[in-house]
């Protein structure tokens, strides 16, 4: 099990961008598939982007590519996500999660942190 930081939340008008930020303890971070997911009040935790422990290969839902980027610094412990073009639709509390699995599916994940506010105003 590792711990998670998320940072990087808060206001912004449409149109804007934000970067998220999640530090990860442990020494073994760079064997982590590292994930963004967010969720609404009433609604399940939703996926965002995935990164596999190499940075070699990502995956984004439908909804945000091309406006969001994840990408980590295996030296820093630290996975982030960049999002350009925010829409209101994306208000949410944005989560990172570790799991060992490349999987989309947020119980797949076995360690999360405490969550970021995103607020986009239109």
């Known amino acids: 099990q590792v711990q998670l930081v998320e940072s990087g939340g808060g206001l912004v008008q449409a149109g804007g961008s934000l970067k998220l930020s999640c530090v990860v303890s442990?020494?073994?971070?760079?064997?982590?598939?590292l994930a963004w997911f967010r969720q609404v009040p009433g609604k399940e935790r939703a996926f965002v982007a995935l990164?596999?422990?190499?940075?070699?290969?990502?995956d984004y839902a439908d909804s945000v590519k091309g406006r969001f980027t994840i990408s980590r610094d295996n030296d820093k412990n630290t996975v982030y996500l960049q999002m350009n073009s925010l829409k209101p639709e994306d208000t949410a509390v944005y989560y990172c999660?570790?799991?060992?699995?490349?999987?989309?599916?947020?119980?797949?994940?076995?360690?999360w942190g405490q969550g970021t506010q995103v607020t986009v105003s239109s």
């Open positions: 999660g570790a799991g060992r699995r490349l999987v989309t599916t947020a119980h797949s994940y076995t360690s």
């Open positions: 442990g020494r073994t971070f760079s064997t982590y598939v």
């Open positions: 990164i596999t422990g190499s940075g070699d290969f990502t």
